[in-house]
Nanobody, 117 residues
Framework: QVQLVESGGGLVRAGGSLRLSCAAS????????MGWYRQAPGKQRELVAV???????NYRDSVKGRFTISRDNAKNTVYLQMNSLKPEDTAVYYC???????????WGRGTQVTVSS
């Protein structure tokens, strides 16, 4: 099974940028659809962005035009570039991998993103 490790979180002022990375190991990365989710205190985990095994992307409406998801299959890594950050983007961000052929889902431990106003 795949193991996922997120990095790149931190504290940033509103309007700033961060880039999250998720390094995968333990299986063939290109067999997985990859996604970023987030969970704010007291709220349910929500999908932020996904990139398929073929590279197509999809975003939740509130981050369209600000966030960009990408993957580098040679580096077994998926990224989330976050620009024009807002306080409401504050959450723990989780990396998710879904193996296309089985539908099995795997999670990283998360990385905290805090946006101050």
């Amino acid at each position: 099974q795949v193991q996922l490790v997120e990095s790149g979180g931190g504290l940033v002022r509103a309007g700033g940028s961060l880039r999250l990375s998720c390094a995968a190991s333990g299986d063939i990365f290109s067999l997985y659809a990859m996604g970023w989710y987030r969970q704010a205190p007291g709220k349910q985990r929500e999908l932020v962005a996904v990139v398929s095994s073929s590279g197509s992307t999809n975003y939740r409406d509130s981050v369209k035009g600000r966030f960009t998801i990408s993957r580098d299959n040679a580096k077994n890594t998926v990224y989330l570039q976050m620009n024009s950050l807002k306080p409401e983007d504050t959450a723990v961000y989780y990396c998710n991998a879904v193996k296309v052929v089985t539908g099995l889902s795997y999670w990283g431990r998360g990385t905290q993103v805090t946006v101050s106003s």
